[in-house]
């Protein structure tokens, strides 16, 4: 009798040794469907939802690069240069400056717009944009430099702040400048308007030089 009860314990402690083992066992669920006798994983159910570009994006897209190709025709030639475009692409721009009439002018620049549909638009786009930053930045430049003109004859203080922000400028050569710039501001007549003389123009030019060489002081 004790021999059968132990025998039970014991057929008792391995069911459940086996039960312990399968369930640690037991894969994970995975999340999921089956499609087309396949099964798609969660990351890949958006894959195939995205599916091949709508009509619209692909018009879009043209409609970018006709832009751009317009904006190539008055492209500086170094940044042309750097971005080695197809030679029948190149023709074609050059084609493109010499129409004047306004339809041919259209044809020509779909013509562009097709010929740059298979390329890159992100090296073209910098390109273009390193133009316009440039040009706004001379514009800035230029509009600084009047602004010193102008108060470097009109506020002796300052003279000796614009030499603290350009050292390298000739001091004697500037204070000259100005002095007869202000002699010069003076009407020649009683009654009539004062005008600025070329020790004026001569201030701006010598401001630019040293501020496209120096930089405008942050």
Known sequence: MFGEAFKVIWVAMIRAAMNTKNTKGTPKAIKGYWSNGRFVKPEEIALEEVGPPSKTMLKAEADEKQALGE?????????????????????????????????????QMQFIGKL????????????????????????????????????????????????????????????ALIRQARKDYKPEKPGEAPRHGKSYREIFQLVKAEMQATGEPE
Do not use: C
């Not at 080695?84 to 044809?107: Q, S, W």
């Not at 430099?145 to 000739?170: F, H, S």
């Open 71 to 107: 904006a190539l025709l008055t492209l500086r030639a170094d940044l042309m240069a750097r971005l080695d475009l197809p030679t029948k692409l190149l023709d074609a721009i050059k084609d493109a400056r010499k129409i004047t009439n306004f339809e041919g002018k259209r044809r």
């Open 116 to 175: 740059m549909r298979p390329l890159d638009a992100d090296p073209i786009r910098d390109a273009i944009n390193e133009q316009l930053n440039g040009s706004a930045q001379l514009t800035l430049q230029l509009h600084l430099a009047e602004q010193w003109r102008d108060k470097l004859v009109a506020d002796d203080e300052a003279l000796q702040a614009w030499l603290t922000d350009y050292p390298a400028t000739d001091a004697q050569q500037l204070r």
